[in-house]
């Protein structure tokens, strides 16, 4: 009888701590660095492929906004690429899963910026760009950009995965 309450004890505990862990564990996205050239390198990798890119920043409720839009947009347009990058500067890592967690991003990968000195991302990325979020870019697959300042709305998203050459 011991040794049955010590097994189901032992059941109960290893049960608990698999849950505890399912829960607290970050999605499986890479998260690399985000340094000067890497707006290039991400589009040369989707060189003759569309895709949409928005800077986000921790503190930006704006940004947030957009997140949960991207969210949702996902879900309805999968396989369309979404890049993401986090304009805080060495933001955590738990912070950046846990905003793609809370806005429901299922991603790959994601990025964030890794330069001492912003203003270096600010000018390889635009030259006209002061850091003012959210910023997005819209790539087609001819790799002409379309950017846009503020938050994109759910009519220009939808327009935009709609496309029949995406």
């Not at 805080?88 to 809370?102: C, G």
Request: charged content about 20%.
């Amino acid at each position: 009888m011991k040794s049955r309450v010590i097994y189901f004890s032992l059941l109960a505990a290893s049960l608990w701590m698999a849950a505890t862990m399912t829960l607290a564990s970050p999605p499986q996205a890479t998260i690399h660095p985000f340094v000067k050239g890497s707006f290039t390198q991400i589009q040369d990798r989707n060189n003759g492929k569309p895709f949409l890119l928005t800077f986000w920043s921790e503190t930006c409720s704006y940004c947030m906004d957009e997140l949960a839009l991207l969210g949702r947009m996902q879900k309805i347009y999968p396989g369309h690429e979404i890049v993401i990058v986090a304009a805080d500067p060495f933001l955590d890592e738990s912070v950046i899963w846990q905003t793609m967690t809370t806005h429901d991003l299922q991603l790959p990968e994601t990025w964030v910026f890794s330069e001492h000195f912003p203003e270096i991302i600010y000018r390889d990325v635009d030259s006209r760009w002061r850091g003012e979020l959210p910023l997005t870019f819209f790539v087609d697959a001819k790799g002409n950009k379309h950017k846009h300042m503020g938050v994109v709305s759910e009519e220009m998203l939808r327009a935009w995965f709609e496309q029949p050459e995406l």
